[in-house]
């Protein structure tokens, strides 16, 4: 499945270091990123496949979130789905 | 790559607009748990409901986490239990506690379909049934209980409305120590569905499946904060707003549903689409129709606004999902609804008002605390009245009201968690004692007689 990753919050060096290194370290294939400054506030997006992930996508997934809490940033992750289904006809 | 406006769109309904899923709802039919031996029923109750939503929760709790969407609650719907009670006969008080037992260990929220439907008439095990509400909601904690007395091709049961009456009361006596719970949990219908998620009213119709997932979404935050945007659109563009704000949220609705029916390999139902508001801040129903320009819901105008609005949510809603079912519109529940809980206590909410919304709304008078003192045959005159409606209007409509035993009018009653808490209401005491007493069945109307 692919699953789309966001992190909000203020710009810090090395947050797409940080979150790309955790998905490689967990054998998550980054597909897309894309990065802006929305009102002063660093908004990055990755699409990532996670078919040969090494651990439940929760663990994944809550693991990012608290990398986010301890500094600062609001991190989720999400079944790419949601958006789709949400958005597109 | 999808578009970043569209993505951190769906975060924010999420996390800050109270998006959310409000129930998966798992359907079952307990018609083949019949046994003369009420103890053996019971048993076999407890075993197939057990057996079939063993997975409900913990699939719930995975969908929830992949997807990053909130899912409230999970809960299960069953076949009224009269028809099971008819087989059997006994107290059917054992059914509740066979009930209680399976859902403390599947660890559901709620269980719907203490139910009995009597709109033409009592058949065996419906009068023993309604007779056990009371102590059934009095001893049990996630037993849900409904009784439909009314449909627009049957007509109105006077008899059970007359019955459903001292019910309600009886059920409020019995949880006088629980601050008065009991009748938050049991709805009185007109044309009842068969396949609604949403308790307190949901239960398994007869017509079901053997084993159904029906999901009901929520989502009147989202509503409203999209209206905010469109401050000066008139009310074409107010329509169109909730239309496709409608759409999205029903989208995240079948798409939960799917998914929900595929893991735990149990046909799709329904997507039940509504509106429905908690006590939270920023998730009523109420400040979307004042958000259109009412200064406090219940004012002259907020019978309109709440039509377009539900009617914009169906519309929106319809396409968004492949089978749309259950109640399917906006909920006015006044203790659930931070908006009508103020315009209740500012005294700009009344019960005439709630009723003419109930002529537009998706269900009837719900989650109203009125006073404790509060005769049965008025509380049967309002149920009549919201039957009257449905059925002419071929529209479901139901009375929950909570007689607040050992409060007046302006004191409070809270339940706590998603029932909320509010004033207790004034409703006019003039006796309509004669007109209940009569009995009988009020006709279907020329409107039944469509072949």
Not at chain 1, 44 to 55: A, F, S
Not at chain 2, 221 to 243: E, F, R, Y
Not at chain 2, 367 to 383: F, H, K, L, Y
Request: proline share 4%; with cysteine; charged share 20%.
């Amino acid at each position: 499945m692919r699953a789309v990753i966001t992190v909000v919050g203020k710009d810090t060096v090395g947050i797409l270091a940080k979150v790309s290194n955790f998905c490689a370290d967990n054998d998550v294939n980054v597909v897309d990123v894309s990065q802006t400054i929305l009102q002063d506030m660093f908004c990055m997006i990755m699409l990532v496949d996670t078919e040969k992930m090494g651990i439940p996508f929760t663990d994944f997934s809550d693991k990012l979130k608290e990398y986010g809490e301890s500094n600062s940033l609001k991190i989720h992750v999400m079944h790419e789905d949601i958006f789709n289904s949400m958005h597109r006809i | 790559m999808m578009n970043t406006g569209d993505i951190l769109e769906t975060i924010a309904m999420i996390e800050e607009e109270h998006l959310d899923i409000r129930t998966i709802t798992m359907g079952i039919s307990l018609l083949d748990c019949c046994d003369s031996d009420i103890k053996r029923s019971c048993e076999k109750i407890y075993d197939k409901i057990t057996r079939k939503s063993e997975n409900l929760v913990s699939t719930g709790e995975q969908i929830e986490k992949e997807y990053g969407i909130p899912i409230i609650n999970k809960r299960i719907s069953v076949t009224p239990i009269a028809m099971i009670s008819a087989c059997s006969g006994g107290n059917p008080v054992e059914y509740a506690k066979a009930l209680e037992k399976a859902a403390q260990t599947v660890g559901v929220n709620f269980i719907g379909g203490y139910s009995a439907l009597v709109q033409k008439g009592f058949a065996a095990g419906d009068e023993a049934l309604i007779r056990s509400i009371p102590e059934a909601l009095a001893t049990t904690e996630h037993i849900c209980s409904s009784v439909n007395i009314g449909s627009t091709k049957a007509g109105i049961n006077m008899d059970a409305v007359s019955f459903m009456g001292q019910i309600v009361v009886e059920a409020a006596k019995a949880t006088a120590d629980k601050g008065c719970i009991g009748p938050a949990k049991l709805v009185v219908f007109c044309n009842a569905p068969e396949d609604n998620p949403f308790m307190a009213g949901a239960f398994h119709g007869a017509g079901e499946p053997d084993c159904v997932i029906n999901v009901g979404v929520s989502g009147p935050g989202v509503v409203s904060n999209a209206l905010k945007k469109i401050p000066d659109g008139n009310l074409t563009d107010v329509a169109d707003v909730v239309k496709k704000t409608a759409f999205k949220i029903t989208r995240v609705g079948q798409l939960v549903a799917r998914e929900a029916s595929r893991r735990l390999n149990v046909p799709f139902g329904i997507v039940d689409l509504s509106l429905a508001p908690t006590p939270a801040v920023g998730d009523s129903v109420a400040h979307i129709l004042e958000e259109m320009g009412l200064a406090q819901c219940g004012c002259h105008g907020t019978t309109a606004a709440l039509a377009l609005l539900n009617d914009a949510v169906k519309k929106g809603g319809i396409m968004a999902s492949s089978h749309v079912g259950g109640l399917s519109g906006a909920f006015i529940p006044v203790t659930e609804d931070a908006g009508m809980i103020d315009a209740a206590r500012s005294g700009a909410l009344n019960i005439e008002r709630l009723e003419a919304m109930t002529a537009v709304c998706s269900v009837g008078l719900d989650m109203i605390n009125i006073p404790g003192d509060t005769p049965a045959e008025v509380i049967s005159a309002i149920i009549a009245d919201e039957a009257a409606i449905g059925m002419i209007n071929s529209k479901t409509t139901a009375v929950r009201v909570i007689p607040a035993i050992g409060k007046a009018v302006g004191d409070e009653l809270d339940f706590g968690g998603l029932l909320g808490g509010g004033p207790v209401m004034d409703i006019s005491m003039i006796s309509p004692a004669k007109f209940i007493s009569r009995g009988g069945r009020i006709p279907a109307p020329v409107q039944s007689l469509k072949n």
